[in-house]
């Protein structure tokens, strides 16, 4: 019952991300672009006729087409190493994420608290494109005043990508989000009672926080994955988008911008997103159960 | 005596009003008209005067320069004040106002809640800004609709996706307050639902309420500010062509951020103010929440035992 209840929902999820897709074209500005003012129109119909043609498109295959101006291309070829990029952008800044938070949040919670915290909550609050655009405005301000190279603030062609800035926007807000969260359950696990006996019994310190209050502290940071993945995707957009590196979202929007706008390579786009979330998610859940097993049986 | 929990509250609030009066007043203490610009002028070198065109940089004339056609960037900022400051502030009010009025009601009322799981669906990946980008990409650019409209349609969008979280916060709140025995000795000796509310209910939620409202401005600042960067200002986007560039119709902070993006090489003093403007104000909301949670949950904390 329950697995058809959700199937259910996911079906609706899916019908409404169809319906989201189509709405550019439903509401939308009519008439010579060159002008400044402009009609808006409104077509509901319209929803009904692209969601028609896209399901029938996908069993003749030509919803998996999309124009490059006079180019036809074929999505699922393309996808992938857009795929990739998004997928590496998203996993390496995750896998620091999660190895400096346990570092900070966890095992130095102290210093961390104490000398951390104050700034990290105002740190926080900064969103990611303005840290984007400081940065930039920042490694430009270097170069200007002291000739010096120092990293890349955005991709010139695709062969070559900047990595640096848009790995450091992408682990910096979870980073913090995680260091806050995972001190204040450090705090709270360091305070049980079976962290006393465990220093009654003579335990050594880097012991105790290694196997009791990591592998307790654990189940916070896996609650907080799903939460922490959205973030993350979230900021992808925006470094995507602001570093010029090539990616999911870029196709969603720069291919829109440039060729007008195509529903089936929208939706296609959308959809590719879930797929890139749910497979961010598992690496970053794979990756949690490997360290538990470590600390389990070492 | 200011101690220094209070001297953050206090900075924080003078600040924050700071900010509420230029948007109020902006327009009238603007050194020139909002459609004032000045594209050529002479500045003095060594022997002689020199023809420049616009964007001017910070001088005396223009105390922080022109942008590239040549309007005063202090001038565009006290007009789009209003529209940062006061559209963020209202929106947050209404998501605050709305989600707390159901979650307290709902957390009355309800019996128990069922916790649900947070499920993966096709949504889960798709950030808040991006329904909003769908829905306001056919309608913000060049629009005929008039400012206040598209800023009425924006705010609405943003309250009702916004609502949800809050309503969540405040429903698990008021049911976990529900269960405290004050609450329930109350109840048993016979008080109803609305005295409840009124004196145990509200009281206990006062101080997070104000919190959450900062930081649903915060947020509600955060969405804005990443709609300016795909080019959906805040009240309207002009789209001009022959090159291709937007321009934010209200002038509103984001909106001015996001339209001198291309300024980071050169003349950067184009986008670097609209910037400070933009965190000086969000160092306001900090400084409040962080004052305020201070006092708050100065609550006594187990000691560590590490």
Avoid at chain 1, 270 to 277: E, F, G, N
């Amino acid at each position: 019952m329950y697995s058809f209840k959700s199937l259910i929902k996911q079906l609706i999820g899916f019908f409404l991300l169809l319906i989201l897709a189509a709405i550019p074209l439903v509401f939308h500005n009519t008439g010579d672009p060159l002008q400044s003012q402009q009609q808006i129109t409104f077509q509901p119909q319209q929803i009904v006729i692209l969601i028609k043609a896209f399901m029938a498109g996908i069993f003749s295959l030509d919803a998996f087409y999309y124009k490059t101006g006079s180019n036809t291309r074929f999505f699922p070829a393309d996808i992938v190493a857009y795929f990739k990029s998004s997928y590496f952008y998203l996993t390496s800044s995750g896998l620091i994420v999660i190895t400096i938070s346990f570092l900070f949040g966890i095992w130095l919670w102290k210093i961390s608290v104490k000398y951390l915290n104050g700034a990290l909550s105002f740190l926080g609050m900064i969103p990611d494109f303005i840290f984007i655009l400081l940065m930039q405005l920042m490694v430009n301000f270097i170069y200007k005043s002291t000739g010096f190279k120092t990293v890349k603030v955005a991709s010139l062609s695709m062969d070559d990508p900047a990595l640096f800035l848009p790995i450091v926007t992408l682990v910096l807000i979870p980073l913090i989000y995680f260091i806050r969260a995972l001190n204040e359950h450090t705090h709270e696990v360091i305070s049980e009672d079976y962290i006393l006996t465990a220093i009654g019994k003579g335990l050594s310190k880097p012991r105790i926080y290694l196997y009791h209050v990591t592998t307790n502290v654990l189940p916070y940071l896996k609650a907080d994955l799903q939460k922490i993945t959205g973030i993350m995707i979230s900021n992808l957009f925006v470094v995507e988008y602001l570093y010029n590196t090539r990616g999911i979202t870029t196709m969603l929007f720069q291919i829109q911008v440039k060729f007008g706008y195509q529903y089936n390579l929208v939706v296609l786009c959308l959809i590719s997103i879930m797929l890139l979330y749910i497979s961010v998610l598992y690496t970053f859940k794979l990756l949690i159960y490997i360290v538990e097993r470590i600390l389990r049986h070492a | 005596m200011l101690n220094k929990m209070n001297a953050k509250l206090v900075l924080g609030v003078l600040l924050f009003g700071s900010f509420i009066l230029i948007s109020l007043i902006g327009p009238l203490i603007a050194p020139y008209e909002v459609d004032y610009n000045k594209k050529i002028g002479y500045i003095q070198t060594a022997d002689s005067q020199q023809l420049v065109s616009s964007p001017f940089p910070p001088s005396q004339e223009f105390i922080l320069g022109t942008d590239k056609w040549g309007y005063d960037i202090l001038t565009l900022m006290l007009h789009g004040a209003k529209y940062t400051v006061l559209g963020t502030l209202l929106i947050a009010i209404a998501r605050v106002f709305l989600g707390g009025i159901a979650g307290i009601l709902m957390g009355l009322y309800k019996k128990e809640r069922t916790l649900r799981k947070a499920t993966i669906s096709v949504w889960s990946g798709i950030p808040t800004f991006v329904i909003i980008y769908f829905i306001m990409v056919g309608i913000n650019i060049n629009s005929s609709i008039p400012i206040w409209g598209l800023v009425l349609i924006q705010s609405v969008l943003m309250i009702f996706l916004g609502v949800s979280s809050i309503y969540n916060v405040i429903f698990s709140k008021t049911a976990e307050l529900k269960k405290e025995l004050y609450v329930v000795a109350s109840k048993t000796l016979g008080a109803s639902n609305s005295h409840l509310m009124v004196k145990h209910i509200l009281p206990a939620l006062k101080g997070n309420v104000m919190i959450i409202l900062i930081n649903e401005s915060i947020l509600v600042l955060h969405l804005i500010g990443q709609l300016g960067i795909f080019n959906l200002f805040f009240g309207g986007t002009a789209q001009q062509f022959f090159p291709t560039i937007y321009l934010s119709v209200t002038h509103e902070w984001s909106g001015l951020i996001g339209q001198a993006r291309g300024f980071m090489y050169h003349s950067q003093w184009i986008i670097l103010f609209p910037l400070l403007a933009y965190i000086m104000f969000l160092i306001s909301l900090y400084l409040i929440s962080s004052g305020i949670s201070d006092i708050q949950f100065k609550k006594v904390r187990k000691a560590s035992l590490l």
